[in-house]
């Protein structure tokens, strides 16, 4: 068998995997290198297996309450080892579909560690040994893992990354979660439903910080309602880790230390990029460990690209398998197909979701970004007590909102807190990409009864004509 490729593709996860399939519909001779699962870190241990857990925390939810619906429920109960087996065979199932898709496209696969042994080569050590790959094109996609506190590394027993949060050996009695981004509110929002006493610690001003502050300032309210404990500007200063649990040290807002007894902790502080001793030290150009690129996903070298999680973010699987998509036709244009245009990436029309309870979904700027760059603008904002969809559902709390320039009625940004709000998000991302102004979503009609009312209502509501509240 031949070691050499039209292109090589280091790293099989939602970038890598989806590039190698681009390639190869496009002619190319393909290969991926692996060095753990097909499919990476959202297929296998992010993205899929926490929401297979999520759905079970919901229906756990709505089964402790089936009265509200006229129901009856008695006798339940949740299996922790059940819903974790559960969640592992839906990875282990995608994971099987990912080797599927690499057959089906032709796609060589290599299993093992990857290094860069130039530009355009790569050296692979498995099982089997070391093989040596050349190509006329290398595309780094290697992902990110989680970011360890400096003073307390995760040890899968008392600390816990989200990994070792999807297979937890027990329970939690009372779980302190440090960091209030997507993977930290998620666990938050599982284990709170599952009965665990959460406490979430965000050392900036408010949860979620990257979304709408009406946002933020709404879920917390939900949450703490829920019985979570929610402390932001704070963080966690030293943390004693013992056979029963962990002392924590926790400065507050006011500035005050306070010690307390937590069964479990879960650090989701962020990533690290997965760039160390691969090869690229004087390949492509780094910053803070990211591979910097071009609109196109090229690096400084010639032949090299870079995509995913180990190059700037937004750090996203959707946003991964974009860069795959363009990436793989800037090659294929490169190497002479002159029937493709790809389009650079415009992060401003990537969306975010947060999949706990109630959901967050956003796309674009924030109020508070629309006028930090300058617009005049004009804001509608609908809630879910508004909408007969949302309250037969039993699911009235949460609000859509929408923010427009003012001048010229260009969708800057939508920002949605709620029940199914991650569904609805991309009917506001394809209105962005197509440059979509209010006028044309006024214009549009959306089914009824549906929770996609509410995206009409709220864009009807910026300018003074919502029909509803």
């Not at 937890?168 to 439903?193: C, H, Q, R, T, W």
Request: charged share 20%.
């Amino acid at each position: 068998m031949s070691n050499s490729y039209d292109v090589i593709v280091l790293g099989s996860g939602p970038g890598g995997y989806v590039a190698a399939i681009r390639c190869a519909q496009l002619g190319l001779n393909t290969a991926i290198v692996e060095r753990e699962n097909l499919g990476g870190i959202c297929l296998n241990w992010g993205c899929i297996p926490t929401k297979a857990m999520l759905r079970s925390a919901e229906i756990y939810h709505y089964m402790q309450h089936a009265k509200d619906y006229g129901l009856a429920a008695k006798g339940i109960e949740a299996d922790l080892e059940a819903i974790v087996k559960r969640s592992r065979g839906v990875a282990k199932q995608l994971n099987q579909g990912v080797g599927h898709l690499m057959k089906k496209n032709k796609i060589t696969v290599h299993m093992g560690e990857g290094t860069l042994t130039g530009a355009t080569s790569v050296a692979v050590r498995g099982d089997k040994g070391e093989e040596k790959l050349t190509a006329k094109h290398v595309i780094v996609a290697t992902g990110a893992r989680a970011r360890d506190l400096p003073f307390a590394k995760a040890d899968g027993k008392r600390v816990w990354t989200y990994r070792h949060a999807m297979t937890p050996p027990e329970m939690p009695g009372k779980l302190l979660v440090i960091g209030s981004g997507a993977i930290g509110i998620e666990f938050a929002s599982f284990y709170n439903d599952m009965g665990v006493d959460v406490t979430v610690v965000e050392m900036l001003d408010r949860i979620v910080p990257v979304e709408d502050k009406d946002v933020s300032t709404f879920l917390e309210k939900s949450l703490t309602k829920q019985g979570m404990t929610i402390m932001t500007g704070a963080g966690v200063e030293d943390l004693k880790v013992g056979d029963k649990g962990v002392k924590a040290k926790i400065k507050g807002k006011d500035g005050k230390v306070s010690e307390t007894e937590f069964s479990h902790v879960i650090v989701a502080i962020g990533i690290v990029p997965n760039t160390e001793n691969i090869g690229l030290e004087k390949l492509a150009e780094m910053d803070r460990g990211f591979i910097q690129i071009d609109p196109y996903g090229r690096t400084k070298s010639k032949g090299l690209w870079a995509i995913g999680d180990c190059t700037p973010g937004p750090w996203l699987a959707h946003k991964a398998s974009h860069e795959g998509v363009t990436c793989a036709e800037a090659i294929a244009q490169e190497l002479g197909n002159t029937d493709l245009h790809p389009h650079p990436l415009d992060r401003n029309n990537i969306p975010g979701c947060t999949y706990c309870h109630p959901q967050v979904a956003s796309v674009g700027m924030t109020e508070a970004k629309a006028k930090e760059a300058g617009y005049d603008v004009k804001v509608g904002n609908f809630p879910f007590i508004g909408n007969g969809k949302a309250i037969a559902l039993g699911e009235a709390e949460g609000f859509i909102k929408t923010v427009f320039d003012a001048k010229t009625g260009e969708l800057l940004g939508a920002h949605m807190v709620g029940a199914e709000v991650t569904e609805l998000i991309q009917g506001y991302t394809v209105g962005k990409t197509l440059e979509t102004t209010e006028a044309e979503l006024m214009q549009t009609v959306f089914p009824h009864p549906t929770l996609s009312e509410m995206m009409h209502e709220s864009v009807l509501g910026a300018y003074g004509r919502a029909l509803h509240i």
